[in-house]
């Protein structure tokens, strides 16, 4: 690349400029351990399924979790979670890949086009990772591949989902180049720009499909994001939910008690200080969110306003009434305290 640069004379001079590669750490996997009442929790942030789609020896997404389970193995936790909040998705084969490390073999996602029979992707080999306790958090903005591993690991009852309903993208769209499609005879039309068009659909192992309805968590906890309207539901003209028939696969032996553990998140919930704020911070906007009206009362609108900018003073004291998390990060940038699971605040330790 060639700048040019116009000095005050009026003379001109190029500068030549090589652009290095840059690599932002903070889009890939990175793990932390958490410090909960004597007992060491594995922490892993996936921000998206990356992958070398080009194969030009490329980090995958995949590998880099199997990575981080094996430092966290190694540091001896007792569980872990896998956050894949705000995750988009990305490769397939990556999250086929990836609830492989938790599974030992079988069925992990099923694909079927309008006119064949469904298509069974499996693991691809029988080694297992990481047995432990597993839980995996969810939320809205989950979605896609996200979906995809949740759904998984929920259907083989391998870990705990936790969260909110996630965002219900269960298709797969292809791009077409109309120019290149169409005969010679148009030519003299050209350019007839790209066609996106709809090929197939993700359907879980259990049959149902991610698309429309989402996963809905085991557990789940409050969230102010879940009021928002902005799920595959909420745009214009999406597919409905369908289901197919199941894929044959056996659920894991070591699977907790839902009730058991549903009873205990709900009782913490309704007994934390801070907790309950959020909960009612929830309510409170889906309550504006239902409210078409708005007052032309200047006296009103004021008052009403002065009530909304009394209640987010409260949701951001509310973070203070909750318990600190000791954290010894192995690979997590700075960003930490913002990407872990809310509401908690954070004690960062030096990595050991």
């Avoid at 979790?65 to 979670?81: C, D, P, R």
């Avoid at 949740?150 to 391998?158: L, N």
């Avoid at 997590?332 to 872990?340: A, I, K, N, T, W």
């Amino acid at each position: 690349m060639r700048l040019t640069v116009r000095k005050p004379d009026a003379s001109t001079h190029v500068i030549s400029i090589i652009r290095d590669v840059v690599i932002i750490e903070e889009t890939y996997a990175q793990s932390a351990v958490v410090n909960e009442g004597g007992r060491k929790i594995g922490y892993i942030l996936l921000p998206s399924f990356y992958a070398d789609f080009n194969h030009n020896g490329g980090r995958s997404s995949a590998t880099d979790v199997k990575k981080e389970l094996e430092k966290l193995k190694k540091a001896g936790v007792q569980g872990i979670v896998l956050d894949l909040r705000f995750n988009g998705g990305g490769s397939l084969q990556d999250a086929v890949e990836m609830a492989g490390l938790f599974v030992k073999s079988g069925p992990m996602v099923q694909i079927k086009s309008r006119q064949r029979a469904a298509q069974i992707i499996g693991d691809p080999d029988n080694d297992v990772q990481y047995e432990g306790p597993l839980v995996v958090l969810v939320n809205k903005y989950s979605a896609s591949a996200s979906e995809i591993l949740a759904a998984a690991i929920q259907d083989y009852k391998r870990g705990l989902i936790l969260g909110n309903t996630t965002y219900g993208k269960g298709t797969v769209q292809q791009m077409f180049d109309l120019d290149q499609v169409l005969p010679a005879t148009f030519n003299s039309l050209k350019p007839f720009g790209s066609l996106k068009l709809t090929i197939q659909k993700y359907y879980r192992i259990n049959g149902g499909s991610t698309q429309f309805k989402g996963v809905t968590p085991d557990v789940v906890v409050p969230d102010a994001y879940s009021t928002l309207g902005d799920g595959e539901k909420d745009t214009e003209y999406p597919l409905p939910w369908d289901e197919i028939a199941p894929a044959p696969y056996k659920t894991w032996s070591g699977a907790a008690s839902l009730p058991q553990l549903v009873a205990a998140s709900d009782n913490r919930v309704a007994t934390s200080p801070g907790l309950k704020l959020i909960t009612e911070s929830v309510e409170r906007m889906q309550k504006r969110k239902n409210d078409t009206k708005v007052s032309l009362n200047l006296e009103g609108y004021r008052a009403e306003q002065e009530l909304t900018r009394a209640a987010s003073n409260k949701y951001t004291e509310s973070q203070k009434l909750l318990p600190d998390l000791q954290i010894a990060p192995s690979t997590l940038p700075p960003l930490l305290p913002l990407l872990l699971p809310t509401p908690r605040s954070l004690t960062v330790l030096p990595a050991s």
